[in-house]
């Protein structure tokens, strides 16, 4: 299998970050590839939003399709 499409995606965690893309891309976990770029960063005092997390999520190509 190879990337097909892939995009690049910010949230304030990795989770919603591949949430997010998942959705844009209307397709399911099982066929993409995720890569985490930057994980996000905590503030001061651990509060959220420091840094957001960057995911790249790539949609597989079926070998049928190949």
């Keep these: 299998m190879t990337p097909k499409f892939s995009i690049e995606v910010e949230a ?4 919603e970050a591949v949430k ?3 959705k ?8 993409v590839k995720i ?3 930057s994980d996000e960063e905590k503030g001061l005092f651990g509060m959220p939003g420091a840094k957001p ?9 079926d070998k049928e399709n190949a």
């Design 12 to 15: 304030s965690s990795v989770e």
């Design 35 to 37: 890569e985490v770029l």
């Design 53 to 61: 997390a960057k995911v790249r999520v790539s949609t597989l190509k």
């Design 24 to 31: 844009e891309l209307k397709v399911a976990r099982s066929k």
């Design 20 to 22: 997010k893309a998942l």
